[in-house]
């Protein structure tokens, strides 16, 4: 496993409260990013982080914010959540010199209600 | 609008015979391709890659083909075992500039013992 950590792993919650996810690496990797997976979509980025507060849009970041105040962690916060938000997030990361992959963690699994 | 596509939502094949799973591309700056396999409540798993100044890359029982021309990769497992059913995922990203990583929506493999 590629040191990465994902919490909570399932979460419920009711539409309109706010939701912070949390990754955590161990492998002092630059590059972060928040994916989520839905049927037929595949994974879509929704935020990245190219270092300690620097961080930029993917896909479908409406409705999503990040933070990254650490190299190790990267939040990712729905502040005011909706069931189109339902979904299964993987935070992955990267060395991102050239060919390098993307690592993934073990996902969390949000359904809003 | 989505760049990497994968067509076929599922394959079954017996054991110990070839997969292949398909992917195609839109965008022809993408110069590094990668699969990945992912169980059910598992993270994507990095499986093999690829840059585009190769046109195969093999790794064991697994060779991922390039067809620049055609803007088409494809993932061949041989020989077929039953703990490669898993879903797989095609991704590409533009190693250079930016830093996301497209990826198709994935294939359902079976392999029937």
């Known amino acids: 496993d590629a040191g990465i950590t994902q919490s909570p792993r399932h979460k419920v919650t009711e539409t309109g409260t706010p939701v912070t996810l949390r990754c955590h690496q161990t492998?002092?990797?630059?590059?972060m990013y928040w994916y989520r997976q839905d049927p037929g979509h595949g994974l879509r980025l929704i935020h990245y982080?190219?270092?300690?507060?620097?961080?930029d849009k993917g896909e479908v970041s409406d409705g999503y914010s990040v933070s990254r105040s650490k190299t190790e962690d990267f939040l990712l916060t729905l502040e005011s959540a909706t069931s189109s938000q339902t979904s299964v997030y993987f935070c992955?990361?990267?060395?991102?010199?050239?060919?390098?992959?993307?690592?993934f963690g073990n996902g969390t699994r949000l359904t809003v209600t | 609008d989505q760049q990497v596509k994968q067509n076929s939502p599922s394959l079954s094949v017996q054991e110990g015979r070839i997969s292949i799973l398909n992917c195609d591309y839109t965008?022809?700056?993408?110069?590094?391709f990668l699969w990945y396999k992912k169980y059910p409540a598992e993270g994507p798993t990095f499986l093999i890659s690829?840059?585009?100044?190769?046109d195969k890359n093999e790794d064991g029982r697994f060779t991922v083909f390039l067809n620049k021309s055609a803007k088409h990769l494809s993932l061949h497992i041989v020989p077929s075992q039953p703990g490669d059913s898993a879903v797989y995922f095609c991704?590409?990203?533009?190693?250079?500039?930016?830093?996301?990583?497209?990826f198709g929506t994935g294939t359902s493999l079976t392999v029937i013992p």
């Open positions: 992955a990361i990267s060395r991102r010199t050239d060919d390098s992959p993307l690592h």
């Open positions: 492998e002092n990797h630059r590059y």
């Open positions: 982080s190219y270092g300690v507060k620097d961080t």
């Open positions: 965008n022809s700056m993408f110069d590094y």
């Open positions: 690829i840059s585009s100044i190769k």
């Open positions: 991704a590409a990203s533009i190693s250079n500039t930016g830093n996301q990583f497209y």
